[in-house]
């Protein structure tokens, strides 16, 4: 059946600076709603008609939260802000898209993507990276991909080859590559690009991963990737374009190494005992 919502998880901690232009970006791209987008990108035309967006604010001590209640398309937890009038439906215009923030405590990424695919509703959710490495027209190419696979992950890494991380600073490129090297044999396979902040999930597939998610530092993606192997869900790999964006949160060093290392390591001993969907349990007694 084709899925007729979606919700866009953005986690931010302390992205006052760059998530104001991030939002003026995706709500413009949304609200031109054309079938193509700019330079022929597929346009939000191509989105289920029921889009809705979701900031997890991680803690942040800036007015990160403050700037996504100020903004016009913001809706309260009890209902208030935009909503699409009689007259605007009619004539046609595209429908309102809503903005709702989910606060938690600061834990890291992955307990900011947890916290907001978990509170999915919609029949499709994606994560994006809160400053829009990834521009929203690759929007449609997930929701393409998801029509026939639970999982879809965005990948820098194009057809023939050419890889869009190298525009990244050296220091990263080369942590990138020993952080897959340990990856790929311990836990995500093939899987070439891990860490590609794009990813997209049906509801039942969304809320079974991530209901099952333990890790909470940047290894969560791996741990994404090997319960979704683990499980057995179908997966696409959909090459999407990707910029660096400056202003990073991670900061390499001794201790940031021992703990993607232990990450890693722990990753596949926490899920020992996952079951592919298809494995049936003999009858007890």
């Known amino acids: 059946m084709e899925p007729r919502s979606l919700t866009i998880v953005l986690p931010a901690y302390n992205e006052e600076a760059r998530l104001g232009p991030a939002l003026d970006e995706?709500?413009?791209?949304?609200?031109?709603?054309?079938?193509?987008?700019r330079d022929g990108a597929p346009g939000a035309a191509r989105l289920p008609d029921d889009v809705r967006v979701l900031v997890v604010d991680d803690g942040s001590t800036d007015a990160t939260a403050a700037l996504v209640r100020a903004r016009p398309e913001f809706v309260a937890a009890d209902g208030a802000g935009p909503t699409a009038t009689a007259g605007a439906v009619l004539a046609g215009a595209p429908p309102v898209v809503p903005l709702m923030l989910v606060e938690i405590p600061h834990v890291g990424k992955g307990a900011a993507v947890r916290a907001g695919m978990?509170?999915?509703?919609?029949?499709?959710?994606?994560?994006?990276?809160?400053?829009?490495?990834?521009?929203?027209?690759?929007?449609?190419?997930?929701v393409d991909a998801l029509q026939d696979h639970d999982v879809a992950l965005g990948s820098r890494i194009q057809p023939d080859g050419s890889d869009m991380r190298r525009s990244q600073p050296h220091h990263r490129r080369l942590l990138g590559k020993a952080f897959h090297s340990l990856a790929s044999v311990w836990a995500v396979g093939p899987v070439q690009d891990t860490q590609c902040g794009f990813k997209g999930f049906t509801r039942e597939a969304g809320h079974d991963l991530f209901g099952q998610q333990k890790v909470t530092s940047i290894v969560f993606d791996v741990e994404l990737i090997y319960l979704t192997r683990r499980r057995g869900y179908p997966l696409a790999i959909v090459p999407i374009v990707w910029s660096d964006r400056r202003g990073s949160r991670m900061h390499p060093g001794s201790r940031l190494a021992l703990r993607v290392a232990w990450d890693l390591f722990r990753t596949p001993l926490l899920h020992r005992r996952v079951e592919h969907r298809g494995a049936t349990r003999p009858d007890a007694g």
């Open 26 to 37: 995706l709500f413009g791209y949304l609200r031109r709603h054309g079938e193509r987008g």
């Open 118 to 142: 978990l509170a999915v509703e919609t029949d499709l959710a994606i994560f994006a990276d809160a400053d829009m490495a990834t521009p929203p027209d690759q929007l449609p190419l997930l």
